[in-house]
């Protein structure tokens, strides 16, 4: 889509911003539970991977399937483990406003003895 849009952006009349600036600035998107790399091999194309969100499509996918496929991309060559990070979670704390519960372990201090 991302291309075809940008093969008719020469036919409209000029703008302030381009359509992959306002791609890069005001889209985020998901891979929305399939969980293959070819879907996401295919948004990593088009897309910043701080756009990218990873998500569960509960009821019709379950959290196993999506940690399996994050493990097997984690593997491979597809992302590094810092991009793993960056679409699992980071990006959506970004994105809403908020910290995960990995960043609350991981910054968490010891109690007090």
Known sequence: MHDRVLDFES?????KRGWTTVWNQNIWITTSGMFTPAPLACALQNTKK?????????????NLEGKKVMKEIQKSSLLTEEEVEMITYCNAEKLLGVRTQV?????ATAPPA
């Open 11 to 15: 036919h409209w009349e000029p703008q």
């Open 50 to 62: 701080d756009r990218i969100l990873y998500i569960v499509d509960y009821l019709f996918s379950s």
């Open 103 to 107: 960043e609350v372990l991981a910054t």
